[in-house]
């Protein structure tokens, strides 16, 4: 089994900068995709940056591209969302999820992919 708890959040204006982290206990984290995703009230919930196991590919939905960027320390079992340029359209809840292995440094955006879920932390931008 895996768990996943994330910090980071919080409240911040417009165009500021945030740093959200996850701290996962997963038997062998290296090889998990990683992803965060955000649901904003009233929405369903959407991917924003995956990163593959070893670290070598990303991806990053349009509206962030540019602004965020993901990352990971396997020798410390954390995954990081470092956010720029803030919006307050990018107010919503992050989760810090875990994905099925993939064969080489691929990553996944299919929601279904992903196994493990963070508790969620709420990240506000005031205009």
């Known amino acids: 089994q895996g768990q996943l708890v994330e910090s980071g959040g919080g409240l911040v204006q417009a165009g500021g900068s945030l740093r959200l982290s996850c701290a996962a206990s997963?038997?062998?984290?290296?090889?998990?995709?990683m992803g965060w995703f955000r649901q904003a009230p009233g929405k369903g919930r959407e991917l924003v940056a995956s990163?593959?196991?070893?670290?070598?590919?990303?991806y990053y939905e349009d509206s962030v591209k540019g602004r965020f960027t993901i990352s990971r320390d396997n020798a410390k079992n954390m995954v990081f969302l470092q956010m720029g340029s803030l919006k307050p359209e990018d107010t919503a809840v992050y989760y810090c999820a875990a994905g099925r292995a993939t064969l080489g440094e691929r990553v996944r955006t299919d929601i279904g992919e992903y196994d493990y879920w963070g508790q969620g932390t709420q990240v506000t931008v005031s205009a």
């Open positions: 997963l038997p062998a984290f290296s090889w998990n995709v």
């Open positions: 990163i593959s196991g070893g670290g070598v590919t990303t």
